[in-house]
């Protein structure tokens, strides 16, 4: 099975400039997360999907963040304009179903730097 | 305030000590999750529990529902186990700790 994958792996940017993230999640899966993880901390969840709809985006920086997961497969998350805080690794996961104790997977990640 | 807690932190041990992470968590949950991730690597996930105990070749993951408290046991360490060790408990959605980085010395 394939895991779930994500692109680049890696970004360098400017501040003020903009960067978009790519998640392909496993095959079948409906729900799907972006996290933001800040070096020295754990996840902190941005946006959750279930299909092509958002479940929960109450942590998401709506004036600079936004994402889509059109046709409920591909995802992509947008910042735009980047800030120097926003350098973080961005962790896409996916599961079966929502509120469901299924097990769930993570993609390696894009670590983005802003300078 | 961290729906989330683990202990310790930071974790210095020699090869093949017995290691013990905790954590605690204070929300309602339909699983908890033990997650490995590499420096500089994704995430894995180790265990997914919702009662009693899980074994893996040497990794041991126990869950006490009532007290709202697990617990990730390594035996004989290696250094290939050095990571950070993320504790994440799930009901809608999912809280994560803020992780235990472990470093086993030869």
């Known amino acids: 099975e394939a895991g779930v994958a994500q692109s680049p792996r890696y970004k360098i940017i400017e501040k003020r400039q903009s960067v978009a993230f790519w998640c392909n999640p496993i095959?079948?899966?409906?729900?799907l997360y972006w996290y933001q993880q800040i070096l020295g901390q754990g996840p902190k969840l941005l946006i959750q999907f279930q299909n092509n709809g958002v479940v929960d985006d109450s942590q998401l920086p709506k004036d600079r963040f936004s994402a889509e997961r059109l046709k409920g497969v591909d995802s992509t998350l947008k910042i735009q304009p980047a800030k120097l805080e926003d350098s973080a690794v961005y962790l896409c996961?996916?599961?079966?179903?929502?509120?469901?104790?299924?097990?769930?997977?993570f993609g390696s990640g894009t670590r983005l730097t802003v300078v | 305030k961290n729906e989330v807690e683990q202990s310790p932190q930071n974790l210095t041990a020699q090869e093949g000590e017995f290691i013990t992470i905790n954590c605690s968590y204070s929300v309602g949950i339909s699983a908890l999750h033990w997650l490995q991730q590499h420096p500089g690597g994704g995430i894995v996930s180790l265990f997914m529990?919702?009662?009693g105990k899980k074994k893996h070749g040497r990794l041991i993951a126990t869950i006490n529902i009532q007290e709202k408290h697990s617990s990730l046991h390594i035996t004989a360490s290696h250094p290939r186990d050095s990571a950070v060790y993320i504790c994440a408990v799930k009901d809608n959605q999912f809280y994560f700790g803020t992780g235990t980085s472990l470093t086993v010395i030869p």
């Open positions: 095959s079948g899966h409906a729900t």
């Open positions: 996961a996916s599961s079966l179903e929502l509120g469901q104790s299924y097990g769930y997977t």
């Open positions: 529990l919702s009662s």
